[in-house]
């Protein structure tokens, strides 16, 4: 089973509009980390976002936010008033086995291709 | 700039041969991560060391081998390479063991013709 799953391989979206990316985890820990990575076509990957699994507010970061809920296991992405560079890859993962101490490396998601459009 | 610095930024090689990548953390950084980025398989973390010490281990072949030495740079060697070795890797770095950010470096581009 997928640990992360994006479910939008891509997207369009129109300059200055708000956007949406899909996250949704699988996880059997109590403890655990929830982070967004940008990836422009330079191919660089940058940390946007993260929301911890005891965090009860939702992540902000600028104009990036992280829609967290827990029960349902997802952790989405809202990028507000975007930007032509906001058209990147964005990847969403998650780091587990927290509650033992140390911090492993991350499951990355498929990814969401985002174009912004003028 | 992530402060992280891979060496080569691409690197063609033949397939059966041996190759070394090296990674330099941000000041200060403790752990360095390798993670490898395919058309088919994603991004998937390999290994993890903490301090000089190999701490996690992820979906890394037998084929490939990594260390983190004294000063804290990191090396990812790949050998008896095949077609599908052919990726993006990278390394990251974070400052310390906990539950934080890590800074990813530019990637080397590995091609194995």
């Known amino acids: 089973a997928q640990k992360i799953t994006q479910t939008q391989p891509g997207m369009f979206v129109q300059e200055k509009e708000a956007v949406t990316l899909d996250c949704t985890y699988d996880?059997?820990?109590?403890?655990?980390?929830l982070f967004w990575y940008k990836q422009p076509s330079s191919g660089e990957m940058i940390f946007l976002i993260y929301q911890g699994s005891y965090d009860e507010q939702n992540a902000t970061e600028g104009r990036y936010s992280l829609n967290f809920q827990k029960a349902r296991k997802s952790a989405n992405l809202v990028i507000s008033a975007s930007q032509l560079g906001d058209s990147a890859m964005y990847f969403c993962a998650m780091r587990e086995g927290l509650s033992g101490g140390g911090a492993d490396g991350l499951t990355f998601g498929k990814g969401t291709h985002l174009i912004i459009q003028p | 700039d992530s402060g992280v610095t891979q060496t080569p930024k691409h690197l063609i090689t033949a397939t059966g041969q041996r190759v070394t990548l090296r990674c330099s953390p941000r000041?200060?950084?403790?752990?360095v991560y390798w993670y490898q980025q395919s058309l088919d398989q994603g991004l998937q973390f390999l290994i993890q060391y903490y301090n000089g010490e190999e701490r996690a281990k992820g979906n890394i072949l037998e084929r490939f081998s990594a260390q983190q030495f004294p000063d804290l740079h990191s090396e990812l060697n790949l050998s008896s390479l095949e077609l599908g070795d052919s990726a993006l890797y990278f390394c990251?770095?974070?400052?310390?063991?906990?539950?934080?950010?890590?800074?990813f470096g530019q990637g080397t581009r590995l091609t194995v013709v």
């Open positions: 000041s200060g950084d403790l752990s």
């Open positions: 990251a770095s974070k400052r310390d063991n906990l539950n934080t950010e890590a800074f």
């Open positions: 996880t059997s820990d109590q403890s655990y980390g």
